[in-house]
């Protein structure tokens, strides 16, 4: 789940394309990209841990470090839905005065 989760992130921060059900409620792909990026990243590196993929560190740290991962995906995804469209200044006033 989490690799799907990091996948999306990834397709979101290069291409600007977000999935069908979120696309309505996105003001901010790139904000949206990146929580994805760090949740996912969460998810996978808890389960890595889990099962002893990777070297064990404290519990402390998996603790911390996973769940603050977790919260700044899930902020930056809040962000990104909550924050007023952004308006470039070129777009505008296309006479250019």
Do not use: C, K
Request: hydrophobic share 50%.
């Amino acid at each position: 789940m989490g690799l799907l989760v990091i996948a999306l992130g990834i397709v979101t921060l290069r291409t600007g394309w977000i999935l069908p059900t979120a696309r309505r409620h996105v003001t901010r792909p790139q904000l949206h990209g990146l929580g994805a990026l760090f949740t996912g990243t969460s998810v996978v590196l808890q389960g890595l841990f889990y099962f002893r993929v990777l070297p064990s560190v404290s519990w402390e740290a998996r603790f911390f470090g996973g769940n603050a991962l977790l919260l700044a995906g899930l902020l930056l995804i809040s962000l990104s839905q909550l924050l007023p469209l952004r308006r470039r200044r070129d777009h505008t006033d296309p006479s250019g005065v």
